[in-house]
């Protein structure tokens, strides 16, 4: 503090730390099901049966490293035969790939002793005698050792040579996937929100990956200064585990919202998965990715300009016209409707339109087919905004231009004649 009065100083926070120790390892569980938790800041992988899948053991450690990167993680790596051993690299000699069980004593004892999980006096101890490296320390008396508060270390020697067993947990993800990720400081730009929305969407999809699973929907949670809160509900269209998918939605979603209050904390919830298994290539065209890019464009439509504005359309048993169709949810048709065969105009008048009336019929128009009888909805309650009952006597008829127009006579007094739908 003399030296930089301006240093922000914060009290560790062991909680966040395991929140993002759990996220790492929902996200690592993608590339093996045998994902460790190695506290206060390790994971310990167990890579030989996926070195086949991911293309052996340098593509598999560069592919680790570069989604470490992607999520803003400064990370240290190494590989060796038991998992003690690994660690303790990891923190000596970072990068160290050793595979020969033989040469394992070796590089251990190379090792300095800062790496034994021990009290720091019991480390000064050491160092004063002159036991700077493990293999110094393993020709120490053990029962001398002992005496001497290093009880443990012995034991810790053995494990990571292999001499006796070293078994641990496997982590177990949530089937509810829920992470949240705090801000170093409140944010009021939503750009600046993306970078900690891709780290949390790439455990998600590591999750989601390991579990062959997708998802069809995620909520985010903005959660800003004074205790208020925003929720994004992005719709996928579909079932999906693509990161990219999830964050060109999620920008979209975020560049339409105004936030009241900089944001302190991000959270991202995915409460249903479903399975999701790989598709095999077809051989005349790949169908299935076209759909998923139709669906990718609506949604892409939608975050961009709002739920309301893209809908799509479905058939509904009503024989009224005006209720025989229903906005819906774009590729949601909802139950199936078998199609009248009685001619249908698609263009339907907003309201139906007056004709004048004459002792022929609707003034100048000459009718071609009919009547089709509709008499339907007496049950519905007006005040529902819905028409209602109708009495009609519909007919195809030719206006003076050679159009065909959809018109009908209202059975219920005065009977007068209106237009109601025009064909193409």
């Known amino acids: 503090m003399a030296i930089a009065p301006g240093l922000d100083a914060r009290e560790r926070d062991p909680g966040a730390e395991r929140t993002l120790l759990d996220n790492l390892a929902t996200w690592a569980i993608q590339f093996t099901p045998r994902v460790c938790l190695d506290p206060p800041a390790g994971l310990v992988l167990e890579i030989e049966a996926s070195l086949r899948l991911f293309g052996g053991m340098a593509a598999l450690r560069q592919r680790i490293l570069e989604g470490c990167q992607q999520q803003g993680l400064s990370v240290q790596t190494a590989i060796a035969p038991t998992p003690l051993a690994a660690r303790w690299l990891a923190q000596g000699k970072p990068g160290e790939i050793l595979t020969d069980v033989q040469k394992l004593d070796a590089a251990v004892a190379a090792l300095p002793i800062h790496v034994l999980d021990t009290e720091a006096d019991v480390l000064s101890l050491l160092q004063s005698v002159g036991v700077h490296t493990l293999g110094q320390c393993q020709h120490l008396p053990r029962a001398g050792l002992a005496r ?16 006796t067993p070293d078994p641990r947990p496997s982590f177990q ?12 400081f409140p944010v009021k730009d939503t750009e600046a929100l993306l970078f900690v929305a891709r780290r949390l969407l790439l455990s998600l999809t590591g999750n989601l990956a390991s579990q062959q699973a997708g998802v069809e929907y995620l909520d985010f949670t903005l959660e800003q200064e004074g205790g208020s809160r925003q929720t994004l509900h992005i719709r996928l269209g579909t079932l999906s585990r693509d990161e990219q998918r999830f964050l060109l939605l999620a920008r979209e979603h975020l560049a339409r919202i105004t936030l009241t209050a900089p944001v302190q904390a991000l959270a991202l919830a995915a409460p249903e998965s ?6 095999n290539r077809e051989l005349f065209g790949d169908c299935t990715r076209a759909q998923e890019e139709r669906s990718f464009l609506v949604e892409r439509l939608r975050a961009r300009l709002g739920t309301e504005a893209v809908l799509g359309l479905a058939l509904h048993a009503d024989h009224r016209p005006e209720m025989a169709w229903r906005r819906v949810i774009p590729g949601r048709g909802g139950a199936n409707v078998s199609i009248l065969p009685q001619r249908r105009p698609l263009w339907l008048l907003p309201e139906p339109a007056a004709l004048p009336d004459t002792t022929d019929g609707p003034g100048p128009l000459l009718l071609l087919a009919g009547p089709e009888r509709i008499a339907s909805g007496w049950w519905d309650d007006p005040a529902s905004g819905n028409p209602g009952g109708v009495e009609r006597d519909y007919y195809l008829a030719q206006g003076a231009g050679q159009d065909l ?11 007068r004649w209106y237009l109601h739908g ?3």
């Open 405 to 415: 127009l959809w018109v009908y006579r209202d059975l219920q007094p005065p009977g």
């Open 173 to 184: 993800p949530s089937p509810q996937f829920h992470a949240r990720q705090e801000l170093m």
């Open 148 to 163: 001497r508060g290093g009880r443990n270390i012995p034991q810790q020697l053995d494990r990571a040579l292999g001499l």
């Open 422 to 424: 025009v064909f193409s």
């Open 274 to 279: 479903h399975s999701l298994p790989g598709n």
